[in-house]
């Protein structure tokens, strides 16, 4: 089946540091979805992307879709506290019915 | 609007009592999805459902149960509970099939079995 890697699995920075957390899927995607989940919260929506080689900007937050559609990243300029929590990644299978979540990645961000 | 309402938000078991795990969605989303979330292992998919009536395994199915006899309700059932069911469990709906349309999630059960 499906496999969808993310990396790293923690991430530790200083306030103002950049973050990037990279994701990798064993087949090609139709698309990719981003999620954040707060401590203790449930995940939340950010972005989709769907063309190949998309980039997309949500303030500080870049995200970016590979040319071949297999891999996925996203980068955090200027962290500030308010970006700590885990971030994941997730894609469907080929008939869109199931929908994987990479392991995500957890960002501790001090201040 | 209230979204995804998951009910209860803790609860405690003892191994082989068996339980449901409740989830309501006011959205008329057609998609509906449980996942178990385990420390490391990201979201693993239970079961998912595309429409009432219609249910289907995901990942890690075994010892779960679920049925979808309206559109706007999705329970979870533990046959019999065992440790290795100690996790948090957030279930999910979207407008249509997943692939492409967001997933609103609930705000997740915490459930420990001893």
């Known amino acids: 089946g499906q496999q969808v890697m993310q990396i790293p699995q923690y991430q530790h920075v200083q306030e103002g540091e950049d973050f990037t957390t990279y994701c990798n899927s064993s087949?090609?995607?139709?698309?990719i979805q981003w999620y954040k989940q707060r401590p203790g919260g449930h995940p939340v929506f950010l972005i989709q992307l769907v063309k190949s080689g998309e980039v997309k900007k949500q303030k500080r937050l870049t995200f970016q879709f590979g040319e071949a559609k297999k891999n996925s990243s996203l980068h955090i300029t200027a962290t500030q506290t308010t970006d700590v929590g885990t971030y994941f990644c997730a894609g469907p299978e080929y008939n869109f019915n199931k929908f994987y979540f990479g392991s995500g990645t957890k960002l501790n961000v001090k201040p | 609007n209230a979204g995804v309402t998951q009910t209860p938000k803790f609860q405690v078991l003892k191994t082989g009592q068996s339980m449901t795990l409740q989830c309501a969605q006011d959205m008329n989303h057609e998609y509906m999805s449980w996942y178990r979330q385990d420390p490391g292992m990201g979201l693993r998919l239970i079961h998912y459902?595309?429409?009432?009536?219609?249910?289907d395994q995901g990942e890690v199915p075994n010892g779960y149960n679920v049925s979808r006899s309206t559109t706007e309700d999705f329970p979870l059932r533990l046959l019999s509970a065992a440790p290795s069911q100690t996790s948090v469990y957030f279930c999910a709906s979207s407008y249509a099939g997943t692939g492409d349309t967001e997933a609103f999630f609930g705000q997740g059960t915490r459930l420990t079995v001893v």
């Open positions: 087949t090609t995607l139709s698309n």
């Open positions: 459902s595309v429409g009432a009536g219609i249910t």
